[in-house]
């Protein structure tokens, strides 16, 4: 570039060339190729600023030389890969999977054992209840089962009119009732009833003054009376107990 000054003449002095215009050494095969990828991406991460740059002042080199190693440079990033695996990786899983598989079984054997068990404990249950829910059944008596008789027995003495004599008779009636409120009632008016059964053997007939024949009375006679007279007091049975004549 030439300058002008005046009054003097000034050589043509050349100028230098610039960074920017500085001699790019010919690349070709793989060089070309990584400093065309490798420029793109940085144009693409600065967004096409002012600030560009070339990277005509970097040394392309391959792996080992002093210069910016881009061969590789995204795989020295990443973590080794292995397609197959570690060995001691899959020696691990195949022992954690075996030992499951043991505790497993294991575990399906104690409760197969556990649920037998509780199957055999609620029969053993099952079958004690019903042998002590059954009543046994009872074909003979060992002794015979008493029936309450509640009995008193009362004292008469009366002229007796038979149709062949007439005598003076001591008594002693025994009457048996079948029910305790028929005996409390018996206890609680004895003096009226002693007053109906004398009034009615001062008015029998006999055909003689004997046991036997006032004995019918008694039992037929009497106790038929008293069943219309005294219907709460009714005694079940009568009997004489005691026959004299004086």
Not at 90 to 98: D, L, Q
Not at 218 to 246: A, G
């Amino acid at each position: 570039m030439s300058q002008e000054v005046p009054g003097k003449a000034v050589a043509n002095i050349p100028a230098e060339p610039s960074a920017a215009q500085a001699p790019v050494e010919s690349e070709t095969g793989p060089d070309l190729e990584n400093r065309s990828s490798l420029e793109s991406s940085v144009s693409e991460l600065q967004g096409g600023s002012s600030n560009s740059f070339l990277l005509n002042a970097f040394e392309i080199s391959e792996e080992g030389n002093s210069g910016l190693p881009v061969k590789g440079l995204g795989e020295e990033l990443l973590p080794p890969h292995n397609e197959h695996g570690d060995p001691e990786d899959r020696a691990g899983v195949k022992k954690f999977f075996s030992r499951f598989s043991a505790h497993k079984k294991v575990l399906l054997c104690s409760c197969g054992i556990l649920f037998l068990c509780v199957l055999v404990g609620i029969a053993f249950t099952f079958r004690t209840s019903e042998k002590k829910n059954t009543i046994p059944i009872i074909t003979s008596l060992r002794r015979p089962i008493p029936i309450p008789h509640y009995q008193d027995k009362l004292d008469f003495f009366i002229l007796a009119n038979a149709e062949s004599e007439k005598s003076i008779l001591s008594l002693s009636i025994e009457f048996e009732f079948q029910s305790n409120g028929a005996y409390q009632r018996f206890k609680d008016e004895s003096v009226f009833f002693r007053d109906v059964v004398y009034r009615f053997l001062e008015t029998g007939r006999p055909g003689k003054n004997s046991q036997k024949a006032w004995g019918q009375i008694i039992q037929h006679d009497l106790q038929e009376h008293l069943k219309t007279t005294l219907p709460h007091v009714y005694p079940e049975r009568m009997r004489i107990d005691r026959f004299e004549k004086l």
